[in-house]
């Protein structure tokens, strides 16, 4: 029964192919829509600077698809395919009737199909179309492939078979393939790994070396056996290639995954040869696992490498637990908005020096003072009294970051923030107040390593690429070389907290300025040298506040251990710019020395912008001396005991929400400074009293509240608050918080 369909299955495909020779001529004219041919649905793959394959993401239609031009696939696997699939492929019109005669003639002396005679482009019309295998099937087969010969070349029907042709798995084209098995590109591979992968051809699943190690050797030195009776190789080369073993898939890399999956959704095509280093995010991606291994799961950390020259970005960790857990790992920390603590305190600076209202040396109060019922604390909860500039931005004091803001103005340094490339910074400076310049807003981890580009460039700005031979960057100069310059001696990282002259002293690895957020939310450390900026954030993605959260703990070692990685041996640092010039100033005062100081210093000044103030402190005779420090400090001198009273809670001008179903809210009064208890008055009633450093509860209805807080030395502060009925919190962090 079975033999007698074979036979009329033969005998049938005989006469098919006589029409086809014969009277198919006409049929062979049709047009034939060859777009299916020559299109594909590739997956998406990110390479590094070198072309090394960093991450492959999966096709919509589930595969792993790289399609390459034929010319990039190397010199084997075209030859090899050639030779073990098809091998008069260039000669025949797309059915290959000398094959076919044979395969009829064989198959009826065997009488049983001992041999077929598919051809490289009869299997591409299987791969794109495909029928059902039965002989009407093979014969459309026959009939499109005669036809696909007349509108493609050889060499196109040869790139769009071996790019489609399944290969183990969702595994499609030798492309993919060669990275999965050998991870290198199909281009580069030796006769051995080619022959490899030619051999996989027939039946990829059943003979894949990782499931099927003999079956596949088996047909492997079957193919290199062929090649050698077809003297491509000696048998020389054949013993030494038969014996060697199955190769190890490699699998598919998937390093810098959300560069890539940023990537695909901002590019058009499905291959991107990146500025990224294969090693060093290698290397990165595995030192931020370790760094995370001893923190709660919930803390995750990103990191952004940047070549300063370029703005091209060596490295891209969105997510650092990533690499372990990639289901809970999708959020690409480094473009979610958060907030930067003291990490934009730098630009501030900067910018003051270049408006000639300080310089490094300039004396500055750090003294409590009332803030609008905020009162900015530094970080260790001291004040230190008068200190330089420069110890006060590399102790990073808060309360002498916001006397520098206000010298610079609140709308100069919104919109020096702006002209940084901060996009979320919309609202006004009286939104965000003496906050901004502590971090009382929002950037994105990328949007900070750009903008320290303008401090490590020395002044200009630069925009961060994926591609290293961007043409034409937008580069903006924002500071003075000689202000960033400064600022880089500041917070470089040799004696970082010695207030000493500079100079002297070893090149330093880098500069560096850690940030962390209020309430322990996030941790930061940017450093950068001429050569490269880095940025290192850990927090927690769902805004969360972490007592592990601290910049110079958590971020600075890992930021400082990239840039020793970065650096090797070598130490690169600033040439002093010239509109640097230097001058004998008087510690004490750090103005320009006179006579009368002793122990002069030598410090940096903006050629024609720094002002030039002779020190007063030693103005008088020695014996005299009188000391005018800033008016703040001796306020403070003055009357140590009185410290300004200020309403720490509740935030003025924020919105409170009651309970649900509550019609009054509870809140707490409380007040720093002050001298003695404090007498509370709520829409000028008198409300009762709390002791210094305590709190008293009010009951509030829903409405507006003015709320003033007196002692008995007179000081009063006031503020006003907006209750509201209740709205259910969002998030934690909403929660009995003031919502801005
Ligand atoms: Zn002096």
Redesign the pocket.
Known sequence: MMRKRRQSILWSVLLGSVVLCGGGLCLLSLPLEVTPFCTYTPSFALYDREGQLLCLLRSPDDAWLIPVPLKEMGKWIPLLAVESEDRRFFSHPGVDFLALGRAIWQNLRARKVVSGASTITTQLVRLVLPRERTLKGKLSECLLALRLERVLKKEDILESYLNRIPLGGNIKGVEAASWYYFGKSAKDLTLLEAASLVSLFPAPERFRPDKNPEGFLRRRNALLERLCRRGIISQEEYALYASSPPPTPRGFPRLAYHAAWFLRQTTTSPRVFSSLSFSLEEWLERLLDEALVTLPREITACTVVVENSTGAILAYVGNARFRRNPEQAFVDCLQAPRSPGSALKPFVYARAFDRGLLVPSSIIADTPFGLRGNVPRNFDEGFRGPVSCEMALALSLNVPAVRVARKVGLEDVLGLLQTLGFSRLQRGADFYGDALVLGGCEVTPLELARAYTALSRLGETIPLSFFREDENPQKKRVFSPGSAYMVAEILADRFRFNPLPKRTLPTPLCAFKTGTSYGFRDAWTVAYNPRYTVLVWFGDPQGLPHEELVGIRLAAPCALRIMEYLMERERVWYECPEDVTWREV?P??G?I??A???GKILAPFLKGVSPLEV?D??ATSLENPSFPWPGEVQAALGRPDVVPLAIVSPVPGRRYFTFPGASFLRLPLRAEGGKGPIFWFVDGAYAGQSQPGGTLFVSLPPGEHRIIASDKSGQSDTTEVVVSPTTFAKTRRDFGAPSP
Do not use: Q
């Open positions: 008087c004490i005062s103005k020395a006179s009368r100081c002793e020190c402190l030693h």
